[in-house]
């Protein structure tokens, strides 16, 4: 019997039991819009370039990975991300099979980047995750992955510079055991490092005045791992998911140079970050061929103001429920319900709510009811096309709920 095979961006894949790329996430891999010269995110992206290079000329090195599909041990277990870990549940991640998926995170790339030998580096893509569905989500969006390796002299040259910096620093580490082979002071001197790296960032893209701040937080590739946070439109922001990379996540080229090397790390999503600058207030506008959205970043130049979108009148939403029993069998996941209304009504639904849930105690089941705002960014829909998706997504709800697994 032969294995039943799916081709994505030009190769062949083997399915399995894992596989649950949809054909909507599948034709997102093609859309390359860090390539898309007036697109916000190849701006922001030219930005972050600039205001590197202009402080640190030379120094870092700007990469665009531009193919999602990784190796499943590249993207969790070279990360040292365990097993039980929940972005590892396929109702969380897209898996081609077994052993390939879409990277869910740029950190999935750290180490190949590292064995070329470079030191500082940033590194831009589009990265996967199943989520909700509302005007801040999208199963795909761009991530910017910083990483800067040091050995530990280069650090203590600069710890007159960082000395002042120590209160904030405490407040990163918090109550976490620092790794048992580094040496408490080149820890802080290389989170003080990061600190100057990524408020320098925040000033150039959010103003001289922007104010950051640092909290203790767990991701299983960094120890310490800190989350910075930036004060703007009187919120804070979560912006940055940072720390020092553990030893065991860098290359082993890197210690083979110096055993002791000391490395931060950071990671952005980029979306969320020019959302905020441009004032755009749907997601889904940076996927859209609207010359009404392209058009008005057209002009911006380069390092003057963030133009500030003018959101233009959206074209009129249609509402529909959707009510089914939970199956009996297994547990459900609201990702799967969102995974198949993205696959049949790829980028017409705008937000998917839990509108109502009963016990129904005449057959002891569980009854929900979600509600579809379906809205294009492009056209008017009509009533004829919503009917054909919603009777389309009946069936394929009903269908879904009486198999035996989740995809
Ligand atoms: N990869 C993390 C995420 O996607 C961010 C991160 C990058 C955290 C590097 C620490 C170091 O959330």
């Avoid at 997102?28 to 930005?47: E, G, V």
């Avoid at 969790?76 to 052993?99: G, Q, T, V």
């Avoid at 893509?125 to 509302?134: A, E, K, L, S, T």
Wanted: aromatic share 10%.
């Amino acid at each position: 019997k032969s294995i039943p095979t799916r081709t994505i961006c030009g190769h062949e894949y083997e399915m399995d039991s894992m596989t649950n790329i949809t054909p909507a996430i599948a034709s997102r891999l093609s859309h390359k819009l860090l390539s898309q010269p007036s697109s916000p995110l190849a701006l922001l992206w030219r930005r972050i370039q600039r205001h590197f290079d202009s402080r640190h000329p030379g120094v870092f090195d700007f990469l665009r990975h531009d193919d999602p599909i990784v190796p499943v041990q590249q993207n969790f277990d070279e990360l040292l991300i365990p097993a039980s870990h929940p972005s590892r549940s396929p109702n969380d991640s897209y898996y081609l099979n077994r052993k390939m998926m879409l990277r869910t995170h740029m950190t999935a790339h750290e180490r190949e980047v590292m064995a070329t030998g470079r030191k500082s580096f940033f590194l831009v893509g589009d990265v996967y995750r199943r989520d909700q569905i509302d005007c801040s989500h999208m199963p795909v969006f761009h991530q910017l992955e910083g990483v800067c390796i040091f050995s530990p002299d280069e650090l203590l040259s600069r710890e007159a510079e960082y000395s002042h910096l120590v209160g904030e620093i405490e407040k990163a580490i918090g109550s976490q055991v620092l790794q048992v082979e580094h040496d408490p002071k080149i820890v802080k001197l290389a989170l003080a490092d990061l600190y100057v790296t990524l408020h320098g960032l925040m000033k150039t893209l959010f103003g001289e005045n922007s104010r950051i701040r640092w909290q203790e937080t767990f991701f299983p590739f960094t120890r310490p791992s800190t989350e910075a946070e930036v004060f703007y439109d009187n919120r804070w922001l979560e912006v940055f998911g940072s720390g020092i990379l553990q030893r065991q996540v860098l290359h082993p080229s890197v210690l083979e140079r110096d055993p002791n090397a000391i490395a931060w790390a950071f990671g952005m999503g980029l979306e969320r970050v020019a959302m905020v600058l441009h004032g755009i207030n749907d997601i889904r506008l940076f996927w859209s061929q609207d010359d009404r959205f392209i058009s008005q970043f057209s002009s911006q130049k380069e390092d003057s103001e963030p133009i500030k979108f003018v959101p233009f009148s959206k074209y009129p939403p249609i509402c529909r429920d959707i009510s089914f029993y939970l199956p009996t069998t297994r547990d459900f996941q609201p990702n799967e319900l969102y995974e198949i209304i993205r696959d049949v009504a790829p980028d017409l639904v705008e937000a998917v709510t839990l509108a109502d849930e009963y016990h129904d105690t005449k057959i002891n089941r569980m009854s929900m009811c979600y509600r579809i705002v379906y809205r294009s960014m492009e056209k008017t829909l009509t009533d004829t096309l919503v009917n054909n998706l919603q009777s389309e997504l009946r069936a394929r709800v009903t269908r879904q709920l009486q198999q035996s697994h989740h995809m």
